[in-house]
């Protein structure tokens, strides 16, 4: 039913840039939050940045000054700007829509390593 379909990660040198997208489908509409989250291996899920239907941003400490969200609502696409990324940033990035409360849809995620 619901599909989140990430795209634009890969690999990058340090301090180069990404942008990620992600695709929402399937009897969607624009209310609730969109985000980006990230694990690497052996570790808990972490918050990237999210951004409400009210064009609410919060963002993790990691991405603060070098991470960007934005939101197409007409389209159901969320985005990420990756800019002066570091090896640390190595992780897989995924997609999340909060329909409502207590109810998360989650994309398969895109691959971001980020290698000297």
């Known amino acids: 039913q619901v599909q989140l379909v990430e795209s634009g990660g890969g690999l990058v040198q340090p301090g180069g840039t990404l942008r990620l997208s992600c695709a929402a489908s399937g009897s969607i509409v624009s209310y609730g939050i969109m985000g980006w989250y990230r694990q690497a291996p052996g570790k808990g899920r972490e918050l990237v940045a999210t951004i409400s239907n009210g064009r609410n941003t919060i963002y993790g400490d990691s991405a603060k000054g070098r991470f960007t969200i934005s939101r197409d609502y007409a389209e159901n696409t969320v985005f990420l700007q990756l800019n002066n990324l570091k090896p640390e940033d190595t992780d897989v990035y995924y997609c999340?829509?909060?329909?409502?409360?207590?109810?998360?849809?989650w994309g398969k995620g895109t691959l971001v390593t980020v290698s000297s």
């Open positions: 999340n829509w909060r329909r409502a409360v207590g109810v998360d849809f």
